[in-house]
């Protein structure tokens, strides 16, 4: 069972407390935070790096997730690269040379960093990579939905865009009622239509998200991990497991994939 310790315990950081608690892969541990409010029937301590070292040694834990703000890495990132715990941050953004600080905590323990935490959409985004590799002469569009009062396009909207190559001219919101979240990608073929769909339901969300990532992480050796390549190792392992047990077989045997790598 992993040892879990989480920074930030507002609106997020409550569900995702919630959604670790009930997982039997994880005993979390303790919440740190801005405040010593006692809310929470788990022990709390307020953030300060320099006391932060021994709460640890007193609280031990094998890895922290962080939805607290952008400034709080630098209060404990000394902290748990001494102790070699491993960190899942989902701050939506970072200072630059915050972002260069969580590169340098990458040589020596494993971080994984993520502005979209989500498990689905970030498949959604990866399964929506791989059909425009397979089909790149279809029409793609983008379509976002969210409550009335959300004033901009969508970050994750803007990030599909970016990520297939097409201009946001291509992207259509609308603004209706108190929808969290609705993303769709539509690839239109000649002569069928394939859509891809995430809706956003609760926060508990990114708890399901956070939980993939440390277990994945907890896995791995230092670096800087991005979700896509969580995601994009467990698919690789999983296929190598199917190719051992036989349940799938490789196009060609060096498994290249290469037509003209193969003997005549
Ligand atoms: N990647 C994703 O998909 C994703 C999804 C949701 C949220 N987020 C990010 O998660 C963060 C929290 O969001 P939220 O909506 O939960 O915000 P929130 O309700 O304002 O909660 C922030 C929490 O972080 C704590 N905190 C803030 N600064 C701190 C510091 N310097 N040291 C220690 N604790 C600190 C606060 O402590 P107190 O309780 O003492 O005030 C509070 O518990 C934001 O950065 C947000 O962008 C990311």
């Known amino acids: 069972m992993l040892r879990l310790g989480l920074i930030g315990y507002g609106k997020a950081g409550q569900a995702v407390a919630g959604v670790l608690r009930d997982d039997p892969r994880f005993d979390l541990r303790w919440v740190a935070r801005r405040s010593a409010a006692d809310d929470i029937d788990l022990p709390t301590v307020e953030l300060d790096a320099a006391t932060f070292g021994h709460w640890l040694d007193r609280h031990p834990v094998d890895g922290i997730v962080d939805f607290s703000g952008a400034d709080s890495v630098l209060a404990y990132g000394e902290a748990i690269r001494r102790r070699g715990i491993c960190l899942v941050t989902a701050i939506s953004s970072y200072p630059a040379a915050t972002l260069d600080y969580l590169h340098s905590l990458g040589r020596d ?37 969210h409550f009335r009062e959300k004033p901009e396009i969508s970050g994750t909207a803007r990030k599909l865009a970016e990520t297939l190559d097409v201009r946001d001219e ?14 769709e990608v539509i690839f239109g073929f000649p002569h069928q239509t394939v859509r891809l769909i995430h809706n956003s339901i ?16 907890s896995r791995l050796g230092p670096g800087f991990y ?3 390549q969580l995601l ?21 045997p060096d498994s290249s994939g290469r037509r003209d790598r193969l003997p005549a």
């Open 232 to 252: 994009l190792q467990l698919i690789s392992d999983e296929l190598q497991h199917e190719i051992e047990l036989g349940t799938i077989k490789p196009a060609f």
């Open 226 to 228: 991005s979700f896509d």
């Open 109 to 145: 323990i494993a971080v994984m960093a993520s502005p979209n935490i989500t498990l689905g959409i970030n498949f959604l985004m990866l399964a929506s990579r791989m059909l425009r590799r397979i089909a790149p002469f279809a029409d793609i569009e983008i379509v976002e939905q």
């Open 202 to 217: 609760r926060r508990e969300a990114f708890g399901t998200g956070a939980a993939f990532a440390i277990d994945q992480l």
């Open 170 to 183: 291509h992207i259509t919101s609308l603004r209706l009622g108190g929808i969290v979240g609705h993303h």
